[in-house]
Every structure is written in C-alpha cells, then in structure tokens.
C-alpha cells in the first residue's frame, strides 16, 4: 500500500511537464471521462490524481440531471460544449453515459432510443479521436457493500452531510439494474480506440494508482516535445531591463 502511494506520488508530479508541453503544442487534448455509482470516488480522483495539475490547463465539468433548455436538444449537444479544446485536459464527472444508464433503469427511454444512442455515443467518441483527443473511460467499480460504509460515512461526519441527497437511497435500491446497465454500456461502447477501464475502487489508494498511471501513460504516448523557440531571435544577445 505505501509503495503504491509512493508511486502514486511519483505519477503525479511528473504530470506537471507532460500537460505543459500539451498546452505549448496545443495539438492534443485529453478528456478523462469518471462514471460509476454515487460514492464510488469521482470526487476523490479528480482531487487526488489531478492534484498534480495547472488548473489554467484543465476543464472539468460535472453533469447533473439536464435543463429544459438542454432536454429541448439532442442529447449530447451540452457535452459536445464541454470538450477541451487542443491543448487542454478535460474531465467529465458521469458524462454522456448518464443518458443510457439513469434513462434506461428508470424507463425514461426505449430500448430503441438507447441502442441509437449507443452508437451515436461511438461515433462521438470517434469524431473527438479524429481530431486530436485522446478519451480516457474510467469506470470506478466499488461493492454494494462498500457503498454502504461510504453512505453510513457521510451521515455521520458532519462536515459530509451536505453531500447527502435522498436520492441516493432510492438509486441504491436499483443497484442490480444499474450493474446490468453498465455491463451493457461498457460492452457496447469500449472500442480498440476508446475502450473502458474497470478500475477497482473499494481502495482509494488503488483506484488513484491506476487512474494515474493511465493518464501519464496517455500523455506520454502523445509524443509531444517542448516546441521550438520563434526563429530569428538570437537569446543569447537578448537583455533585460
């Protein structure tokens, strides 16, 4: 546990030059999607793996139940704003994958609706791919159990209760539903180029351990270099005053 945490650590710090030099190209982006169940640590990876960050370079949004003004509109039209543009490292808290998962164990939308947006889902994903972002897919997996110490946790830490919502036992309710779904989902969605990692998330520690590595993996794998200085301009006879 300690040598993962220690390299943890290690994983973070170098993060700093590898999202500068994807901010000096400005040729790349990285989106990092987090779903999961409620309690299964989003929060936690942003603040913990991100930490390592500049916030400058960085977008993260975090999607809740959509507007009047979002539902009036294909369903991935307030996503498609939220991508980070080349250069800049975005991290969706739940994402797209909110309208095949809540709208499909609720009944919201048909089996139909949900296969067509399935693919859609696919072919977005390719489209960002297309045009420079990598998509990292993370699907946090913690137990029915586990839930329910975190859950227990945040009734009895007072400094915790503003995160409590009365939905969230009324979701636990349908954790078989949902584990169906997401099973269907990641099925259906993880491609050769955009495929989904199950991480396990019952240890913090871990889940950041992973989620680390894969991020600092795709970066690297970018290739990106630090760009050259503006020709015609001889620095070494440059003074300041």
């Known amino acids: 546990k300690e040598k993962a945490k220690a390299e943890t650590a290690t994983l973070i710090a170098g993060l700093d030059g590898l999202q500068e030099r994807l901010y000096a190209n400005a040729t790349r982006s990285l989106l990092i999607v987090l779903q999961g169940m409620d309690t299964s640590g989003k929060d936690g990876t942003i603040k913990s793996v991100m930490s390592g960050i500049n916030p400058q ?17 294909d369903f991935l039209w307030r996503i498609h704003r939220e991508v980070p543009p080349k250069g800049y490292i975005g991290i969706f808290n739940r994402s797209h994958y909110e309208d095949v998962l809540i709208t499909r164990v609720h ?24 045009n420079g972002t990598t998509v990292l897919k993370f699907f946090l997996h913690i137990s029915k159990e586990e839930q329910k110490k975190r859950l227990e946790a945040r ?38 180029r955009t495929p989904w990692y199950v991480v396990p998330a019952n240890r913090k520690w871990y889940r950041n351990l992973i989620v680390a590595e894969r991020v600092v993996d795709a970066l690297e794998e970018m290739n990106l270099k630090t760009p050259p200085a503006p020709e015609g301009v001889d620095f070494t006879k440059l003074k300041i005053v």
Request: glycine share 4%; with cysteine; aromatic share 10%.
């Open 155 to 192: 009734i009895a830490d007072p400094e915790k209760r503003w995160k409590w919502s009365s939905g969230d036992l009324e979701e636990r309710k349908l954790w078989d539903e949902y584990q169906k779904a997401f099973e269907e989902v990641l099925s259906a969605t993880s491609t050769e």
């Open 57 to 73: 370079g960085c977008k993260v949004a975090a999607f809740k139940a959509p507007s009047n003004d979002e539902l009036a509109r």
């Open 107 to 130: 009944g919201w939308v048909s089996a139909k609706v949900a296969k067509c947006r399935l693919d859609q889902i696919k072919e977005f994903e390719e489209l960002l791919t297309e």
